[in-house]
Structures are given as structure tokens and as C-alpha cells.
């Protein structure tokens, strides 16, 4: 049994591929301009933000109040809220909004959640309403392609519940909206996951997690975030832990690629797993992270193309999906661990060892006898870059983890703090930093990543010119450590070239949706650091 075991494991796990480093020449560093109250109480507020280049505005969600709001960064240290523009006539709540060139772009759910949502398009200038297109049920995030012709939808497609006499479970799906005889004739092509639902046992076998009850491969797949590169999208299905390939032209669903598992028992994969251990014990454990990315990213080297992911990990429990729960933790008593493949099984029950981390009691149990022979984490607090094929090029590893945990580093006493509170190691039995959004920019002849970090907050900054030796470059973040203000709850992440920016000089505009703030930073070119991350100013 435990070679079979090891097969699976093997079979399920992603091989980096070497390529030739190429030290980058600079570095970067990013000076914090300003952080502008978009004057949301609690809840969902600033949680995507956008960079019109010909308006020179920037446009923040507030999903709460059913408001975008219109931000003048004309000058990018004096950021003002110009108005809001309410959306509550064409839907329940905002999830994304995407600009092209004076064009504005919303994503608006329906209510319920279950019924198909909405794109409305905005003039940048006027914020006249242009007009309006039904997409799919839930869309959560939207993007333009090419040269503004497109939309790109990633249509989420959540259930209400399951098992209950009124559930309902749409499908995941991507919508194509096609502007190219303009917004008054928009048309709307639908990239549907419903010829996979033949193929549901095999895609299950290669790794892709399709766990819902009752569900079709349509209706388990939920995507979440897009990117693209010509007539090729690569969207994320995070509780999936896979990524589609969408042939744009043609809107159909290409492939679906499994991401694998990381393994957590590697050095350089270590992690925090507890939150009762009373310290900082960033170890090496008999764990396997799914990367289960939200937000993911692509570039170019050469002819060939890269994505980058944020490695966030979600999962679906009863608080979310009444009638439905994935979430457990190793101390349970019905989360059993194999005798043979874990004979210290007690010892990593214990609290301060694997006892309070957050595991899926829907995989791990390899040979089906109703115990865990794998343990599978959501996430795996990191950001990685995976060729086109979803080959996986390279991984942050741990680098996070042991970022925050240098006292060097001044962030030693809110390690894996929530983005709720400043409680050392609250968040290290469950995601740790969360890794949440990722966006990629050109800065002089190199390439940045730029991290979003949901839990801890801020931003990391690393060099991926070279797509398998990324250089960590800098480490912002401009919550307050004292106590519990400035910038929480890191989110969306929007990069602006130096070609489109106001002053001349690229920014980093990051949605913080507890505080409400959009936070906005200066990339500043410095004297190459280069290594790990090690020190910040």
C-alpha cells in the first residue's frame, strides 16, 4: 500500500524545469505616495481597483454600497474621490471592474447570486452608462484583451447551498463579450466547462478536484480570475485547483490543467502550521499544500508565455455552502490518519504540531478505506511561475513565512496576524499570509511580479526576468503596527506603466477591502539587491 501510495503522491506532484539565470542589473523599491479612505464602513469596500490611462482616473468597487467609485489621480500623491456611481439598477453587488482607454468595464452579481449577472459599460470621462450585457451566474472577474474589442468574464458560478430544498448550482463558465461593432451591439459568447462533464472520473484521476455534491464537472468548476496573451486565456478554477485554457476566438474551454501539490516536507517548503505553538516554528511537516491560485498573471520571455499565480487556497464550508463542509482539522476525531503512512499519528494531533491546521477531509485518502494517507492544505502561502502548459517553472517556496519571521524585518510581532486584527501567528493554522492577488509590469528592461498579500497585507516585489530565478526586490506594507489602522486586508492589485502613469514613474495600486482604502506606490528603480528576501527599509 505504500508504494502505491507514493505513486499517487508522485503522480500528483509538479517537476520544475530548469532554465538559465540571468541576474537582473537594478532593482526596485516601492515608496508608498498615499492611501485614499474610500469612505466604506465594514465590509466589502475598495476590493478591486482600476487605471483608466486616457481619463486618469482610477475606479475602486464598493460591493456593499453597490457603488463604483471615481477616484482623480491625476496626481498620483493627492488622490481624490471625484463621485460614486451607483449600480444597484443593474444588480446585487460589484466584483471586478476592468478600463481600456476611456472605456470602464463593472462585473455586477444578480440576486440571488444564482441568476445570470451583468457587465455595464461606463464612459471614464462623462461616467455616462453605455449600456449593459448578461453574462453568466456570478461574475467575479473581468478583464479587456486585445486592443479593447474584447471582455473576458470569469463567470464563478457558486451554489447557494447543496442538499437544501431550495439549492440551486449554476455553471461555471467564461463569457466572451465582443465590442467590435461597440458597446450598443455587444455580443456575448459563452466558453462553457459542459463537454468535460463526460470526463469527470478522469479529470478526478488527474488531479483535478471535482468534490461537489451532486454536481457536474459544468457546475463544480468555479473560475475565478483571467489572464491572456493573444487569442489564449488561462483562467484559475482556485477550489479546483486547476486552470482552464480558453481558445478566445472560438470561446471554447481548451483544456483543463491539474496544478499538482506541493509538498510541504521538502526544506525550502516549510511552514507555520499552528497557531497554539506559542512562537514562530516554521518547519518542514509531512504536508501537501494545493496551490488552489486566485489571482493569476502572464508574460513573455522570448516566444514563450508564463503565468504567474497567487497561491491563495480556498475552501467551501458550511459558513459559505449550508449543507456542505471540506474544512476540518487534523485534531478532529473523524480525520483519521493512516497508521502505516503516519505512526506518529498522535504526535501531529497535538495542537502545537498539525493538530489546529486547516485540511480538505474530501481528498488525501488515496486508497479509499476511510482513512487519510495524504494531508492536503488550502493553499501554499507562496506565488509561482508555470509555463503555459501548467508546468511549474518555479515556487516562493517558504520565502513569506521566513520573511515576516526575521525580527530584522520589524513585522516578527504580527506574524500571519489576520487582516482583522494584529494577533501574532492567528493565521498560521489556516493560509498564513494568504497570498491573494498578483499583477506583472515592465520596469526599464526587466519584469516585476507584484504580490498581494490578504492576511498580513501589503506587497512583495520580486524580479521574474528570468522566469525560473525570480529576485526578491522589496516588501511594502503600510498597516500599522500598533494598533490596528492604516491599510487591511490586501485584495486586488493593479500595475500602471510608466508610459500611462500621471507623474511619468510606474505605480502599484492595491484595493484593501477591510479598510476601504486604495493604497497607491511609486516603483522607484534602485541598486540591484538581488537573494531572498532578507531586510526591508
Known amino acids: 500500500m505504500k508504494s502505491q501510495i507514493a505513486i499517487a503522491v508522485a503522480a500528483l506532484l509538479a517537476s520544475p524545469l ?54 482623480d489621480l491625476a496626481d498620483p500623491a493627492t488622490p481624490a474621490i471625484i463621485t460614486k456611481v451607483s449600480m444597484s439598477a443593474y444588480g446585487a453587488g460589484l466584483n471586478s471592474v476592468a478600463t481600456h482607454r476611456g472605456l ?20 471614464a470621462l462623462s461616467l455616462d452608462v453605455l449600456g449593459a450585457v448578461v ?23 457558486e451554489p447557494n447551498s447543496y ?44 488531479g483535478v478536484r471535482i468534490f461537489g455534491d451532486g454536481a457536474t464537472v459544468a457546475q463544480d468548476l468555479e473560475p475565478e480570475y483571467i489572464t491572456y496573451r493573444g487569442r489564449t486565456a488561462w483562467v484559475t478554477l482556485q477550489e479546483a485547483n486547476a486552470v482552464a485554457v480558453v481558445d478566445i476566438p472560438s470561446a471554447t474551454v481548451q483544456e ?21 505553538d506559542g512562537d514562530v516554528l516554521i518547519g518542514n511537516w509531512p504536508v501537501f499544500g494545493m496551490y488552489q491560485p486566485d489571482a493569476i498573471a502572464s508574460y513573455k520571455v522570448g516566444k514563450e508565455t508564463f503565468l504567474v499565480t497567487a497561491n491563495e487556497g480556498d475552501s467551501r464550508s458550511e459558513d459559505d455552502f449550508p449543507g456542505f463542509n471540506e474544512e476540518v482539522s487534523v485534531e478532529d476525531d473523524e480525520y483519521v490518519l493512516d497508521p502505516y503512512v503516519f505512526p506518529n499519528a498522535d504526535d501531529l ?14 481528498t488525501g485518502d488515496i486508497d479509499g478505506d476511510g482513512d487519510f494517507d495524504r494531508i492536503d492544505v488550502f493553499g501554499a502561502r507562496s506565488f509561482s511561475i508555470w509555463n503555459s502548459y501548467g508546468q511549474l517553472i518555479w515556487d516562493s ?59 498580513i497585507g501589503g506587497v512583495m516585489a520580486y524580479d521574474i526576468s528570468d522566469p525560473a530565478a525570480p529576485v526578491f526586490a522589496d516588501y511594502a506594507n503600510t498597516r500599522t503596527l500598533a494598533t490596528l489602522g492604516g491599510d487591511l486586508g490586501a485584495e486586488g492589485i493593479t500595475f500602471v506603466p510608466e ?13 484593501n477591502e477591510v479598510s476601504g482604502t486604495v493604497a497607491i506606490f511609486q516603483v522607484n528603480k534602485t541598486k540591484s539587491k538581488g537573494g531572498k528576501p532578507k531586510k526591508n527599509r
Open 18 to 71: 530548469a532554465l538559465q539565470a540571468a541576474p537582473p542589473q537594478f532593482s526596485i523599491e516601492l515608496e508608498h505616495l498615499a492611501s485614499l479612505d474610500t469612505e466604506v464602513n465594514d465590509g466589502t469596500g475598495a476590493e478591486i481597483v482600476a487605471f483608466d490611462t486616457k481619463s486618469k482616473r482610477a475606479f475602486a468597487i464598493n460591493s456593499d454600497d453597490n457603488d463604483l467609485v471615481v477616484i
Open 104 to 123: 470602464v468595464a463593472v462585473a455586477v452579481e444578480a440576486d440571488p447570486k444564482t441568476d445570470p449577472g451583468k457587465v455595464v459599460f461606463i464612459d
Open 135 to 157: 453574462v453568466g451566474a456570478l461574475p467575479d472577474m473581468l478583464t479587456f484583451a486585445d486592443d479593447g474589442r474584447k471582455v473576458l468574464v470569469a463567470n464563478e458560478g
Open 163 to 206: 442538499g437544501q430544498p431550495d439549492s440551486v448550482n449554476p455553471e461555471g463558465s467564461i463569457s466572451i463579450i465582443d465590442l467590435g461593432s461597440g458597446v450598443g451591439s455587444a455580443v456575448v459568447n459563452t466558453a462553457s466547462f459542459a463537454p468535460f462533464n463526460a470526463h469527470k472520473d478522469m479529470l478526478v484521476a488527474a
Open 256 to 276: 483543463i490543467l491539474p496544478l499538482g501539490l506541493k509538498d510541504h516536507s521538502i526544506p525550502g517548503n516549510g511552514l507555520d502550521p499552528s497557531d497554539r
Open 349 to 362: 494531533k497535538k495542537r502545537p504540531a498539525l493538530g489546529r491546521l486547516n485540511v480538505s477531509d474530501k
Open 397 to 455: 517556496g517558504d520565502q513569506f513565512e521566513q520573511f515576516f519571521a526575521d525580527p530584522a524585518n520589524g513585522y516578527r510581532s504580527i506574524f500571519n496576524a489576520s487582516n482583522s486584527n494584529n494577533n501574532f501567528d492567528n493565521r498560521s493554522d489556516n493560509k498564513g499570509p494568504e497570498p491573494e492577488g498578483v499583477t506583472v509590469g515592465k520596469v526599464g528592461p526587466n519584469v516585476y511580479a507584484f504580490i498581494a498579500l490578504e492576511r
Open 499 to 511: 508610459e500611462d502613469s500621471p507623474n511619468g514613474i510606474p505605480l502599484v495600486l492595491v484595493g
